[in-house]
Every structure is written in C-alpha cells, then in structure tokens.
C-alpha cells in the first residue's frame, strides 16, 4: 500500500498519527467521564460537547484552533500537533479526573472504552486507506464526543442483554417475598414521596423502598437483588424515564398494585419535547396497578385521574391535594402545620410539620398509607416525625450561624419557588443569598424559566450567586438591575463567598447543583 504524506514526509505524519494517539488518552477519559455520567446514554457526549466548546470564548477560540490543525494536516502533517494540544488541555474546566463525579472504572465503562478505541482505530485505518493518515487522525481526535456515542450505541445492545440476568434475579425476588408494590413516578417530587411513604408504613408495616436515586432499570434491580429480605411486607420503588416505554419496561418485571404520579413538568423537556409527552411516558406506571393515587391539582394529573376513573375496568383512583379538601386525601398547610381530611372529612388539625416537606408530596404519601391499611391515626401521629430528605429543603443553622437552606438535588420551577418561600420565611435579620447554577433540562424554555428563578429571587434575596456557565446569561439578565450579583465558576468558590460575607443571623439558599461535567 502507498501512503500519500500529502505535503510532509513519512516521519513526518506518522509522527503526527502518533501524536494523536497518545492525545486520545485524555481526550477520551474526559468524555468517557461524561457519558459515564449521563448514564450511558448514546447522544450525551455530543450535546455536552456542544455545551463545552461554546460555553466561553476562550472555549470557542481553541475549538476553531483545532479545526484549523486538522484542515492544515492535509498540507503539512505536523499542524496536527496543535489540534493535539487543544484536545489534551480543552475545553477549559472539563477535568479529565473530575472534582465532583470522578471516573469510576466499571466493567461497563471498560467495555466502552475498548469499543470506543476500535471505533477510533478504524477512522485511522480509513485514514491510511485513502492516503491521508493525519488529518484523519486529527479528526478522530476532534470527534472523540461523537466517536464515544457511537460506541454507546454500538455497547447498548449488549448491556441491555447482560443486565437480564439481574433483572430476571429481581424479578424471582420479587415473586418470592411477594410485597405489595408501590411505585412512584413524577416529573418531580418523586424520591421525597418514597421517603415519606416508607416512614409513614414502616410503623406498622415491614417496609423496602430503593434508596437514593436508584429509579432506572439497573438501579432498581439492584435494589431489589441486594434490599428486598424476606417477610418484607411493602416495597417502594421509585421509577424514572429519559423516554417513552422505559416505565412500562420497569413494571413489567415488578408490577405495581399502588401507582402514584406526583407531578408533571418541563424536566428533560429537551428529551421529550413536551410536557404532553411527558405525561405518556409517566403514565406508563399506571397500565396494571389497581390502584392510581395521582397529584389532583396538577391539571394533566387530574385530567389523566378523570380519563381512567370513565374506564369501565380501569383502576381506583385517588385524588390527593393541598387545596381542595373534598379530594379522597387533602393535606393543608398553614403555619408550620397541616390539617388532613380524607373523603372529605377532617381526621386532624394542626399537626406539626417539619420545615421543607412539601405537602403536596406528603398528601401522596398519606393516601398511599392509607390504602396499605395503615390506621388513620398511627399516619397522622407520624407525621411530626417525618425525617428531612437529604438535599432536598433541608435548613439548620451552621455553626458560624448562617441558616442554609440546602435544596442542591432539586431542579425544577416548583421546586425553586418552594425553595424561595422557605428563604423568604426563614429566621434571618440579615442577608438572605440565594446561589444557583440554574436548571437544566427545560429544552426551549430552559433560558426563560431561568430568567423568572432570578427575578423571583431577587424579590426575596438581597445577593444572588451565579455557579457557572450554563445558565449564566439568563441568570444574570433576571437579576440585572434588581439586586447585586456575584459570578462564580464552581459550587466551591460560591461556599468560599458565603464563608466570607456571611454571618449570624443571615441565612443562604443552594438552589440546585450541577456536576462538574456542566459548564
């Protein structure tokens, strides 16, 4: 075979193909690391890169840069060194080891590395077979988000097959202990409702609900294989979605007879396109349960409890809400207090609630308890007792006495006012700051939604922390001209900024957090 050197000499661009090579080391666990952390989910790496290389102008300068090398490699092989470069240190502030989310050498994460360096490997191959090696292999070091994702499709197949036999391992469990199952979906609102169902049964009950964030296939089914011990009377599983068919996938390996619908809204909207479409995907859960308990004053909630209470042989449902105490459970706040009414009636009044549980979530919970048989009043006594949900409106007084409000595992609209009312009520006589990096997920009305968060939350702050870049422009043009603003780059600069300027008897707002493979 003869190889055209195109402009150099043979020396010249293998020592540029080599050079490549050794580039894709960092530049591949850099994106390695990222769809690692998007689940593995083919397309990530891609849209991440997007977001990375305009994220700055810096950014933006050295991806042009690289461009350049791989367009100047077919003239002179050795221009290509500068593309390396770029992929060893860029984008800027996408670390290659991570400083929140580090890489974590799996078995799945060895296997898609190694697909991945075939797939780079043949762009090569194809390079020397056209007669143009370096400005192939500077391309394939460019392409690495794009080449990772095709490994990620080419991987998922594969993994899919490999998880059956855990997922059929949960599913025998499942059969043999027999628990009653409920599951728990929502755009939001979903995992402080498991907690709160769990505290609520386990009085009486012998209760197991998937812990943490465990709500895809291989989370659950872990959960199950590892938690589920026998004699366990309840099991409570949260159940998320990136797309339609994954919720109906979940229950039918472990079908729920309780299913419960929390909310519906604009998170992963980029994903769905809709929250019409999003809507379908969650009421997935609902196509074998006996029983739907759905969040009534959601509109397309109760619109959805309508449609399956005129099906002849459709499931119970149960109407919960904070409003409207002729629902089947009504749980009102006033004052740090509830009052409940089920079917209408009042079966308790003024009982505590801690700060942060959300009552639309704890209404859920209670017509859940309720259903199990859980006495009426051993759910209401249980109630004060309710335990905070890590990251989710939690607030205690630090020890330098600053009350923080940590709210870092939320990002949604809802969320963010909830967050915001609970700053504007908190026992601050100084600063109230709120820091955010904003939310994602919100496809079109992701630079909107964020505009409003800083609006509403220069009505109730007096500074306003903006994390990173992401949603830094809407951010700052919400709050411009309302209230002073302070840009930071990470989560730990906006801490070092608290530490520094706030004190007794001010109070802080972690509004959200993002990884550090977010811009």
Same mark, same amino acid.
């Given at each position: ?50 977001? @990375?290389?305009? &994220?700055?102008?810096?950014?933006? /300068?050295? =991806?042009? #840069? !690289? ?5 100047? +490699? $077919?003239? @002179?092989?050795? &221009?290509?060194?500068?593309?390396? /470069?770029? =992929?060893? #240190? !860029? ?5 290659? +080891? $991570? ?14 590395? !190694? ?5 780079q490997a043949a762009v090569i191959g194809i390079g020397v ?8 292999? !500077? ?191 009504c749980v009102r706040a006033h004052d740090g207090c509830v ?72 990002s949604n609209p809802a969320g963010a006012r909830a967050a ?100």
């Amino acid at each position: 075979m003869i190889v055209s050197t195109m402009g150099g000499s043979g020396a010249e661009t293998w020592s540029a193909v080599a050079a490549c090579v050794v580039g894709l080391v960092p530049a591949g666990a850099r994106w390695l690391r990222v769809a690692q952390r998007e689940h593995y989910i083919p397309d990530s790496c891609s849209r991440f890169a997007i977001r @990375w290389w305009t &994220s700055e102008p810096a950014n933006r /300068a050295l =991806a042009a #840069v !690289a461009l350049i090398g791989v367009a100047l +490699s $077919g003239l @002179w092989p050795l &221009s290509s060194l500068v593309t390396v /470069a770029v =992929a060893v #240190v !860029a984008p800027l502030h996408l670390s290659v +080891s $991570g400083r929140t989310s580090p890489l974590v050498f799996t078995r799945r994460l060895k296997v898609l590395g !190694a697909v991945w360096l075939v797939v780079q490997a043949a762009v090569i191959g194809i390079g020397v077979g056209v007669g143009a090696p370096a400005p192939f292999a !500077a391309a394939g070091l460019v392409a690495v988000p794009a080449l990772v994702d095709v490994a990620l499709l080419a991987t998922w197949p594969i993994e899919r097959r490999l998880s059956e036999r855990f997922v059929s391992m949960a599913a025998q469990r499942l059969r043999r202990v027999a628990p009653t199952i409920v599951a728990i979906t929502g755009s939001y609102g979903k995992t402080s409702t498991k907690h709160h169902v769990a505290h609520l049964v386990s009085g009486t009950r012998s209760v197991v609900a998937t812990p943490a964030s465990f709500n895809n296939r291989g989370g659950l089914a872990r959960a199950v294989n590892e938690q589920l011990a026998e004699g366990t009377d309840v099991f409570v599983a949260e159940m998320g979605t990136y797309g339609p068919g994954e919720i109906r996938d979940l229950c039918r390996w472990c079908p729920p007879s309780i299913a419960v619908l929390t909310a519906v809204g604009p998170v992963h909207l980029e994903r769905f396109g809709s929250e019409d479409a999003i809507l379908a995907a969650k009421s997935e859960i609902t196509e074998h349960a006996s029983t739907v308990i759905v969040n009534a004053d959601d509109r397309r909630l109760a619109s959805l409890g309508t449609v399956l209470r005129a099906t002849s042989d459709g499931p119970a449902v149960v109407r919960c809400s904070i409003e409207d105490p002729t629902a089947d459970v009504c749980v009102r706040a006033h004052d740090g207090c509830v009052t409940v009414f089920v079917d209408g009636s009042q079966i308790a009044e003024g009982v505590a609630l801690r700060p942060g549980i959300q009552p639309s979530n704890l209404a859920c919970a209670v017509a859940v308890a309720l259903h199990l048989g859980v006495p009426a009043a051993d759910v209401v006594a249980r109630i004060p007792t309710l335990p905070p949900v890590a990251n989710r409106l939690t607030a205690d007084t630090s020890s330098s006495g600053v009350y923080v409000i940590d709210d870092t595992f939320n990002s949604n609209p809802a969320g963010a006012r909830a967050a915001l009312a609970l700053l504007a009520s908190a026992p601050a006589l100084g600063q109230r700051v709120v820091v955010t990096p904003g939310m994602v997920e919100l496809g079109p009305r992701q630079a909107s939604e964020n505009e409003s968060l800083a609006r509403d939350a220069c009505e109730v702050a007096t500074t306003l922390v903006v994390v990173g870049r992401t949603n830094r422009r809407a951010l700052v043009a919400g709050a411009t001209g309302r209230r002073p603003i302070v840009v930071v780059r990470t989560r730990d600069e906006a801490v070092e900024w608290v530490r520094a300027h706030l004190g007794p008897g001010d109070a802080v707002l972690y509004e959200n957090d993002l990884p550090d493979h977010f811009p």
